[in-house]
């Protein structure tokens, strides 16, 4: 009995030492509990929509450009975030592994790069870029609005850039040669759209890029896209050109939301009148060709003519065109890029030697070094469609 007494003590003295215990570890003076998040980067601060860590606003690897392929993956230490910030306000860049938090934030040459000093290929509404390190020292940005955040860990490198979105290419108003700027929806801190409604777009290829740029140089061997192609309903960071198959007036849009995918929207509103080519001076161009025995190049146009018109159709020929199988081509107007441009994706390609022709970045590719071929391009402006008819000599 005295054993049965015994053990029922034990147990009430551990039970009430037990809820000693826990009553005292949730005292008031005790601290917080560490609150769990994934590990990455997170962008977090007052000029943000969020002052404690979020996974809305987890930067995600991205692509490098440099060398970047279709088959290619993200660079693991280049990490990226389209985020709305305001003005006034500053944010810094945490990193989280496990329980090791870390504050990053600008070093003395992270700088503004002027106007002067933007290489001809980065955005141009407002780049900051420079050494990132770990610091209490926080970013800001001097009007509200939507901005590419940029840091590769590896490098130590990163960049801030404002983005105003526009869409660009031979199948737009500006051609290759400048950006057709789109519309900024009201600031919003988690959300902006980006719009242009009813605008004309031929049946031809262009891309979504931001600020008249194409990306952001760190070193020679690491760069950040400033571009999304792919297809518009799954865009990717450098992907190739989207290509139009209607040519009409279109609805073009590119929402970024805090936490989601970027999606675009692409539709048709309405028709565009059969384009006049009369006066539009087509020839070729590119390291494809044997131009007087020697490989041609990227900046002279050849064979440069006015089309031979019957209604809404177009002729173009060329003749005695010397191919080899190194380099690649394409159809240009004039003798810059700003106008009309074709590549083997917006041709239908016909004629004996058409199995010769092969697709290399959106550029013609021969297969046949020295071989020489009478070339013809059509185009019924009505029906907008573009024949290409390569016949072997």
């Known amino acids: 009995m005295k054993s049965l007494k015994f053990l029922f003590f034990a147990k009430v003295v551990f039970a009430s030492l037990f809820l000693s215990t826990l009553f005292i ?157 789109l519309t900024a929806s009201a600031f919003n801190g988690t959300k902006m759209t980006f719009e242009s409604k009813n605008a004309p777009f031929t049946k031809s290829d262009w891309k979504l890029r931001y600020s008249d740029g194409w990306k952001i140089l760190f070193t020679p061997e690491v760069n950040v896209n400033c571009n999304f192609g792919g297809t518009p309903a799954a865009l990717v960071a450098g992907g190739g050109n989207f290509s139009n198959a209607v040519g009409g007036l279109y609805t073009v849009s590119l929402t970024q939301e805090l936490g989601s995918a970027p999606k675009a929207v692409f539709t048709k509103t309405g028709d565009l009148p059969a384009e006049n080519f009369s006066n539009v001076e087509l020839g070729l161009i590119g390291d494809g060709l044997n131009v007087g025995g020697a490989t041609h190049n990227w900046n002279l146009t050849v064979q440069v003519q006015k089309p031979v018109k019957a209604g809404d159709v177009y002729t173009y020929t060329f003749s005695n065109v010397e191919l080899n199988n190194n380099g690649g081509f394409k159809i240009r107007e004039g003798q810059d890029w700003t106008k009309k441009s074709f590549g083997f994706p917006q041709v239908i390609l016909a004629g004996t030697g058409a199995a010769d022709i092969s697709n290399s970045g959106d550029n013609f590719k021969g297969a046949i070094d020295k071989a020489k071929y009478d070339m013809t391009l059509v185009i019924d402006a009505k029906a907008e469609t573009y024949t290409f008819t390569v016949v072997k000599k």
């Open 25 to 181: 570890s949730c005292g008031d003076d005790d601290p917080a509990p560490i609150t769990r998040v994934e590990d990455g980067i997170y962008v977090k601060g007052t000029a943000t929509a969020f002052t404690e860590l979020n996974a809305k606003a987890l930067m995600k690897t991205t692509f490098n450009e440099v060398g970047q392929k279709p088959e290619s993956t993200p660079r693991a230490s280049l990490y990226e975030l389209y985020i709305p910030l305001k003005k006034d306000g500053s944010f810094s860049l945490v990193s989280v592994a496990g329980a090791v938090q870390k504050t990053w934030g600008p070093s003395a040459t992270f700088l503004r790069v002027a106007d002067t000093d933007l290489d001809i290929n980065e955005p141009k509404k407002g780049l900051w870029k420079g050494a990132i390190v770990e610091s209490t020292t926080t970013f800001s940005v001097p009007a509200d609005g939507l901005y590419h955040v940029v840091f590769d860990s590896e490098l130590g490198l990163g960049a801030v850039a404002k983005v105003e979105w526009g869409v660009i290419g031979a199948a737009t108003p500006g051609g290759w040669g400048g950006s057709t700027p």
